[in-house]
């Protein structure tokens, strides 16, 4: 075996680390650069794949260039070549290789080697362990050119010897209406886009099929989604690439006529395509069947898919197991020892831990991740600390660049899996996919030397740079505090340069380079708008402190004129939001991506859909103006005086006491971590921040401190007046509507199971006598019913 190699330029040599030897080749660390224009491309067509090798770099090398290259089988020893093959099956022409070349001899592994000690001719060898890795091999090839339009070439001194770290890297791109681009597509879409991900290392490609042959579940689809499926099997295999289905169960399987007629139609499915690989069937989210019946049902499908793919695995999830499910999940493998079983995937809503789950699995079982990249909120890996204006105006799948992220969550568990086939429901994580195959290939690779290739690659050659600081910019500007984040104009700044710099058919088919613009724009004008509004909130606080006690309408009449203004957005923002429906616009027409629900026909407004969002208040009008009406109802103006000064004051409670909005990061200071979020990014250990979708309550009221799986929400005080008594405040609130058990001080029970009110608002709770007597108090609420504990605000109200 010959490992993943990497090259280092240390003191102008360049060092070749294998295993514990060391192999010095002297040259610079940066060479000339050599011109390819001319060059001729010498590769064998043996077999389809190579085929499909050969076109995918000719094809993308003219894409970018206007170049031609010409093509043979055979070395015409003169003037510039690339010479693709393997060992076994080199071109034509008896073409030796470089003396000091070396092929990974590992699958997949492959070499590039650049040689210009000929008579001064050039020669580039790509040289694959096996056909898969001549295809990573030219894919790589590709990221080290420099491709201008009339211009190809490349340095000098390019090296690469490498082997993958990972042998399963792939990516989940179902052809279904939840997309919010995919259901667009036809199937020249999609092999590009497959191209694509096989230049930064993908090996698989997870379709989700339909059971139904006419099922057509978009209005933009063309093709109805069992022949979309049969048809991307087939063009799977031209590539040598891994076809995976996500099939999930539909019915009762426990009912005999529906366990037989399932398998039915997962037999017709079976027989239609030419290739697959591999099924993985999720246990839950959706499909919920206990592993008692889930089990039995899987050996007979697995007997059902092998009569047509004998060679095909089948994995199975735990998503969603009670304990005592996965106690049963686990007691079957071990017990019986299934050889139709090839692994376990590690999933969303898994509610035990990756490490839990090596140890209960047998060696003889790989497990496979399928980690959501593709989700921001309410998913597996959350973003954390993110500014609720962002939540609620970008939602669930925005254009989402985690480039620090992706790296922290692919390396803190991958040494208990065989790498990964991620969930994703789009484009919007299109940067987060070549990232996570490109770590699964090989954890040294660097985020900036990624990025600069990929901005290289698909935003413009002279854009690497550039692209790569504004899409690292992406990450930082989503964290922490957006009113004081001073990066959001900077990196405006940077992406409005590449625009201008970008040619018109640039602007209007590259739908990468519309997508950094889409994201540069939208978080310049939700930053605009926040701190626009946020002064339009404050100044009607200030209207309404004028209220007298014998009338509060005026008051109040002024408050809501100076709110309304909002509706009328400044010159500077209205530029923003028009170029964000242009951008819109064009991201429909280049790659038929829905960004709203009304003119693209989104299939919802969580899915992506972030034009929906545009007019969404990012202060707290839409409850104010009901608190309003309440208001004037009220029968005496002394419950008015103090409904208002309760509103003007609701963070400030009287001196002494202490308030904690734990859906905003910036405003717990009293909410305890049990992890650093590094360690458990998912959070189902720890504490995180949990954003509901908007509506018109109060703000603070829409995100939530969360925990999840029975792990315990814990708040910790201290200074507090050891002579002072103090009384509790709690609003309750979130999707999980958790019944909740709150003690104070480990053992000191403030209440009692409490399921979340259904009418949303604070609650005043006793403390227990003595509780703040040591000037200190712990607060601890325990999950009694539902998916995991979700407290919205709290005050320690001083008496």
């Keep these: 075996m010959f490992p993943d190699v990497k090259l280092a330029n240390q003191t102008g040599f360049w060092i070749l680390v294998v295993f514990f030897q060391v192999i010095v080749i002297s040259f610079s660390a940066k060479g000339d650069e050599l011109e390819l224009q001319d060059a001729t491309l010498v590769s064998s067509i043996n077999s389809t794949v190579q085929q499909s090798t050969t076109n995918l770099f000719l094809d993308e090398v003219y894409k970018r260039t206007r170049i031609k290259l010409a093509h043979t089988t055979s070395s015409k020893g003169r003037g510039p070549e690339i010479i693709f093959g393997c060992p076994e099956s080199m071109p034509n022409g008896k ?246 079983l090839a692994g376990v995937v590690f999933g969303p809503w898994v509610k035990i831990s990756i490490e839990e789950m090596r140890a209960a699995t047998p060696s003889r079982y790989p497990i496979r991740r399928y980690p959501d990249i593709t989700h921001t909120v309410r998913c597996q890996y959350p973003v954390p600390e993110w500014d609720r204006a962002f939540a609620h105006t970008l939602g669930r799948e925005p254009f989402n660049p985690r480039p620090k992220a992706m790296k922290q969550i692919q390396a803190v568990f991958a040494q208990y899996a065989a790498g990964s086939v991620t969930y994703s429901d789009g484009i919007n994580d299109d940067i987060n996919k070549a990232l996570w195959s490109s770590f699964e290939w090989d954890s040294n690779f660097t985020i900036d030397d990624l990025l600069n290739d990929y901005g290289r690659y698909f935003i413009g050659e002279d854009f690497g740079k550039l692209a790569a600081e504004g899409i690292n910019a992406f990450e930082v500007n989503w964290k922490g505090p957006l009113s004081s984040q001073t990066g959001i104009e900077e990196n405006f700044d940077r992406w409005k340069k590449i625009e201008a710099q970008s040619d018109s058919l640039t602007l209007s088919s590259n739908w990468r380079l519309q997508l950094c613009l889409l994201r540069a724009y939208y978080d310049t004008y939700v930053q605009r708008r926040l701190l626009w509004e946020t002064e339009l909130e404050e100044k009607a606080y200030i209207a309404l402190s004028e209220a007298k006690s014998n009338d509060v309408v005026p008051s109040i009449e002024k408050a809501k004129v100076i709110l309304a203004i909002a509706d009328d957005q400044p010159l500077a923002i209205k530029e923003l939001r028009n170029r964000l429906e242009s951008l819109g616009n064009t991201l429909y027409k280049s790659i038929g991506m829905q960004l709203d629900v009304t003119h693209y026909k989104a299939s919802g407004s969580e899915r992506g859909a972030v034009l929906e969002s545009l007019y969404e208040p990012l202060n707290n009008r839409k409850w104010l103006e009901k608190e309003f009406e309440t208001i004037i109802n009220l029968s005496s103006s002394e419950e008015q005086l103090h409904r208002i000064n309760t509103i003007i004051n609701w963070e400030s409670p009287s001196s002494g006491s202490f308030y904690d909005d734990l859906g905003n990061s910036s405003k717990q200071p009293h909410l305890m971590s049990q992890m650093e979020w590094g360690q458990d990014p998912g959070r189902v250990f720890s504490t995180q921040e949990e954003y509901s979708k908007s509506s018109d309550a109060r703000l603070s009221w829409v995100d939530q401190g969360q925990t999840l799986f029975g792990t315990p929400l814990k708040m910790e005080y201290t200074g507090l007046d050891p002579s002072a008594t103090y009384r509790l405040r709690v609003t309750y609130a979130g999707r999980f509507r958790a019944t909740m058990k709150l003690l104070a001080n480990d053992n000191q029970v403030v209440h009692e199971a409490l399921e979340q009110p259904i009418t949303i608002g604070p609650i005043e709770f006793s403390l227990p006598e003595g509780a703040t007597k040591r000037g200190s108090l712990k607060l601890e609420w325990q999950l009694v019913d539902g998916r995991g504990c979700q407290v919205a605000e709290v005050w320690l109200v001083k008496n």
């Excluded at 790509?126 to 295809?135: A, F, K, N, P, S």
């Design 95 to 340: 073409i030796k290789l470089p003396a000091n070349i070396r092929i990974p001899n590992k699958a997949e592994g492959f070499a590039i080697w650049v040689d210009d000690s000929l008579n001064n001719r050039t020669r580039i060898y790509v040289m694959g362990r096996d056909e898969r890795g001549l295809l990573f091999g030219a894919g790589r090839l590709l990221r080290l050119l420099h491709m201008r339009d009339g211009s190809l070439s490349i340095d000098s001194t390019a090296r690469v010897i490498t082997a993958p770290q990972y042998a399963l890297r792939g990516h989940q791109i179902g052809y279904r209406n939840t997309a919010n681009s995919y259901d667009a597509w036809s199937i020249k879409q999609y092999e590009q886009y497959i191209k694509d991900l096989v230049v930064f290392g993908t090996n698989s490609i997870e379709l989700i099929p339909s059971l139904d042959p006419e099922e057509r579940n978009s209005v933009h689809m063309d093709l109805n989604i069992w022949d979309m499926t049969i048809s991307l099997s087939s063009l799977l295999d031209d590539y040598g690439l891994d076809v995976w289905f996500w099939l999930s169960l539909r019915g009762d399987v426990s009912d005999p006529a529906v366990a037989e007629n399932e398998l039915v139609q997962r037999r017709k499915l079976f027989e239609s395509c030419e290739r697959i690989d591999d099924i993985f069937v999720p246990g839950g989210d959706p499909g919920e069947t206990h592993p008692d019946i889930l089990m039995p049902w899987l050996k007979r499908m697995a007997a059902v898919l092998h009569d047509t793919h004998p060679n095909a695995g089948l994995w199975v999830s735990n998503q969603g197991f009670t304990p005592e499910e996965n106690d049963a999940f686990f007691g079957y493998i071990r017990e019986h020892k299934p050889d139709w």
